[in-house]
């Protein structure tokens, strides 16, 4: 069982998805949240992705926010 190995096996996935680009000093940002945690742990998802102006460089971000 995949249950077993891997932990809780999430299967309703996200209710609730937000995404947003920005520029900040040329750099694209690229901000995205999602509640699909929400119902097995009670998270947030959010991921923030930063591309250089050149191209050649990507730094991400990841952060899970709990309620309650």
Not at 5 to 14: I, K
Not at 24 to 31: A, I, N, Q, S, T
Request: proline share 1%.
């Amino acid at each position: 069982s995949l249950v077993g190995r891997l932990g809780p096996v999430v299967v309703g996935g996200a209710r609730e998805v937000q995404a947003a680009t920005r520029s900040e000093d040329g750099v694209l940002v690229l901000d995205a949240r999602h509640d699909g945690y929400g119902t097995f742990f009670g998270a947030t998802h959010r991921r923030v992705l930063r591309l250089s102006r050149d191209g050649r460089e990507l730094e991400g971000e990841d952060k899970l926010s709990f309620s309650g």
